[in-house]
């Protein structure tokens, strides 16, 4: 008996573990139409450091991520330009339950670790914890091949630009983020499991604005 009740509990814990891993996120194809003119974005937008305390809508997290950097044309090119075509800069999203890679290609977040580590994308500013989803943007320098003297500002510019379309995104669907070089990048290296090639350069903590 006492060994009947020790293989249910064991399975018991079994499935619960389970229950926990992270699964993939499947996205909802994006909303083209949705959002204000370019010229009424630029206008609103700002740098917002206050978020409702609210989960982004799957839909809202899945404009965003096509926004920042998704593919807009059958050739496999993005939103965002980037030196050479070289589409060197992933997104993770870093979200209470856990991070994520965003796969441009598949429309959906890949698991990556469990947990929030949205503190080390805080990097010392409590307000990002606050925030449902940050949007961390790493490039892979590996991309670009013979790694040349220009590699990292290619690289920090190709990374800007996604940055400007989260930016102008918010500002055009009514979401809060602001676009920060600060974070621990050593611990972001840990938890997303980055190489020696991989270099986080800009994050966004994204939100619905407090009112
Ligand atoms: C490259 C870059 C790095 C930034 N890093 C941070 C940061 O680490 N933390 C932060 O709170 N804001 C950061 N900002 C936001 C700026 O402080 C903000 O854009 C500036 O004060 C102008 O305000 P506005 O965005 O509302 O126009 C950064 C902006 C840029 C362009």
Redesign the pocket.
């Known amino acids: 008996m006492r060994k009947l009740s020790f293989i249910f509990a064991t399975l018991l814990l079994a499935a619960t573990m389970h229950a926990q891993e992270l699964k993939t996120i499947k996205l909802n194809t994006p909303d083209k139409n949705r959002g204000s003119a370019v010229m009424k974005a630029l206008s609103d ?3 917002d ?1 206050e978020y409702a305390a609210k989960e982004l809508s799957l839909q809202d997290l899945s404009d965003l991520l096509w926004a920042a950097n998704g593919i807009n044309r059958p050739d496999g090119k993005r939103t965002a330009p980037s030196a050479l075509n070289k589409q060197d800069i992933d997104i993770y999203v870093i979200m209470k339950e856990g991070a994520y890679l965003y796969d441009a290609k598949a429309n959906n977040l890949q698991p990556v670790a469990k947990g929030d580590h949205r503190g080390a994308v805080a990097g010392g ?1 409590d307000f990002v914890k606050s925030a449902p989803a940050c949007l961390v943007l790493v490039s892979d320098l590996s991309r670009f091949g013979n790694v040349a003297d220009h590699t990292k500002l290619m690289a920090a510019v190709d990374a ?1 630009i996604v940055c400007q379309n989260i930016n102008v995104f918010c500002a055009s669907a009514g979401l809060a983020t ?5 974070m621990d990048q050593a611990a972001l290296k840990q938890i997303l499991k980055l190489t020696d090639n991989q270099l986080p350069i ?1 994050n966004n903590p994204v939100g619905y604005p407090r009112k």
């Open positions: 937008r700002h740098s450091r500013q800007g602001v676009p920060r070089a600060s800009m």
